[in-house]
């Protein structure tokens, strides 16, 4: 395997392995503002940009994913969680990504997002922002989850062996590389901390919410990137009620059932989750423009459905905002749908 030096050179780490006799590469967490650096790399060094791997749906910058796909046009690879529908194929834990001769394996790592992946290719390992180097990634948004951040480093993480190499997807101290031993003994957030003391500690630290979020985070999460779509602000968006598959599931039982508003792309809708019967398509870069078609429906519950409950509380942020009183949220979406048994129309 190639392992080439972080291409960023900035807090925000982009990797780069290729198979060295196929040539064929892996990137790892692309930002969007170096799409022609890693071009002009992979260029240079004659490799085929053969899949991308965003680690996590990110908060703090534009992904490069999206567009670089489609320039290269190769495969976007996320955890099925993630809540985008650009994504070519979805991996769960226990996964393998194979590029040429070389083989990564996906530990799913949840606690700093739902949707976080580690990459694991035997000496060494692709941690996202779950373990950093003497650090942890923040677990306070987005949902994130400090108690299953815990699970995920010490169960998952420190389980591999001790001379393991650490290569996370960002760091502020100019650290480039680290081991599992290493961040075992002397990583301060978590090393010699029960789950209650790590959870108390990340509660404790009140960081700022990250600078460009409400320029970066929505878009991310819906690869949605024009001026017709004004997402609603993260208190609109914590206002949003949510309901589970359960609750959602009996209210479709009952004499008087919600309007289902399906936000997904028309591919999604029809694709391997299915939707739920009788819900009504409008895609979530359409919603603002057809809310009209909602007009009839101004006085019914309705509850907002996408992949995995992320777009679909923007569009029911959208449609509060809009003047409906009555706009719930499918949480989590329609993988935790499926994954309940519920049934599915195709
Ligand atoms: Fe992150």
Redesign the pocket.
Same mark, same amino acid.
């Given at each position: 395997m190639l392992h080439f030096p972080e291409l960023n050179r900035s807090k925000c780490k982009t990797y780069l392995v290729a198979c060295e006799r196929t040539r064929k590469a892996l990137l790892i967490d692309p930002v969007k503002d170096n799409i022609s650096r890693y071009l002009a790399f992979l260029g240079y060094h004659q490799l085929k940009l053969d899949a991308i791997v965003d #680690? *996590? #749906? *990110? $908060?703090?910058h534009p992904t490069g994913s999206f567009h670089l796909r489609d320039l290269a046009q190769t495969r976007l690879i996320m955890h099925r969680r993630a809540p985008v529908p650009a994504v070519d194929e979805h991996v769960e834990h226990g996964d393998c990504i194979t590029i040429g001769d070389i083989a990564l394996q996906v530990l799913y790592t949840p606690g *700093? #997002?739902p949707d976080?992946i580690s990459l694991y290719a035997g000496d060494r390992v692709f941690t @996202?922002?779950v373990l950093l180097i003497g650090g942890t @990634?923040?677990a306070d948004f987005a949902g994130g989850d400090a108690g299953q951040q815990y699970d995920s480093i010490t169960q998952k993480l420190f389980g591999l062996p001790e001379e393991t190499l650490v290569f996370p $997807? *960002?760091d502020y101290r100019g650290n480039t590389c680290s081991t599992i031993g290493q961040e075992k003994k002397q990583n301060p957030r978590i090393a010699g901390r029960t789950r209650e003391q790590y959870v108390a500690l990340m509660a404790s630290l009140n960081f700022p919410m990250p600078e460009k979020i409400q320029e970066v985070l929505q878009p991310n999460q819906s690869a949605i990137d024009d001026d017709k779509t004004k997402f609603p602000d993260l208190t609109e968006l914590n206002r949003v009620r949510q309901l589970t598959a359960e609750e959602v599931s009996a209210m479709t039982a009952s004499t008087n059932p919600p309007l289902l508003l399906d936000v997904r792309e028309p591919g999604e809708y029809n694709g391997e989750l299915g939707h739920i019967c009788g819900s009504l398509l409008i895609p979530l870069r359409e919603l603002a423009g057809r809310a009209a078609e909602l007009g009839a429906h101004r006085e019914r519950v309705i509850v907002a459905v996408c992949r995995s409950g992320v777009r679909s509380t923007t569009a029911a942020a959208i449609l509060s905002g809009l003047g409906f009183e009555r706009v719930y949220n499918l949480k989590d979406g329609m993988v935790d749908w499926n994954d309940r048994r519920f049934p599915v129309e195709r």
């Open positions: #680690t *996590h #749906t *990110h $908060a703090d *700093h #997002t976080s @996202g922002d @990634g923040r $997807a *960002h």
